[in-house]
């Protein structure tokens, strides 16, 4: 995946917003005010800094070497995943969806609701809920 395939992607999420706070050169998504990626390309590099479930943080940087603590971030919740290396473009994606809907999930009652008027369970959460 590209650094452009994944911007693409990440901007497609509902309500996504694209913010600029650290570099002009760093592009932040967050939901409702809630971070849910950070992308950088240094050296023709690419990478990005998505919210996992610590379960499956330490297991999926056993599978893919392109798949490390999070940089600057809390190394239990969040994964740096780096585009140039082992990672296929279909892990990307679903790892941008569960960081996506993890940060969904911890948005208020009332902001979540809101979200479920406009947008599907697999939408927000990349699976459907039975409730």
Not at 105 to 108: A, I, M, N, R
């Given at each position: 995946m590209t650094f452009g395939e994944l911007i693409d992607y990440l901007s497609s999420k509902p309500e996504a917003e694209l913010c600029y706070p650290f570099y002009p050169d760093v592009p932040v998504f967050?939901?409702?005010?809630?971070v849910f990626a950070i992308a950088s390309e240094k050296e023709g590099k690419s990478q990005v800094n998505l919210k996992c479930d610590p379960e499956w943080s330490e297991a999926l940087r056993m599978m893919f070497d392109g798949v490390k603590p999070g940089y600057h971030m809390n190394k239990r919740h969040w994964n740096t995943l780096y585009l140039d290396a082992d990672l296929p473009d279909s892990e990307i994606k679903r790892l941008v969806d569960h960081s996506y809907g993890l940060v969904v999930?911890?948005?208020?009652k009332a902001q979540r609701k809101v979200l479920k008027l406009h947008y599907d369970d697999v939408q927000l959460y990349g699976f459907e809920i039975k409730e």
């Open positions: 967050k939901i409702k005010g809630k999930k911890g948005l208020t």
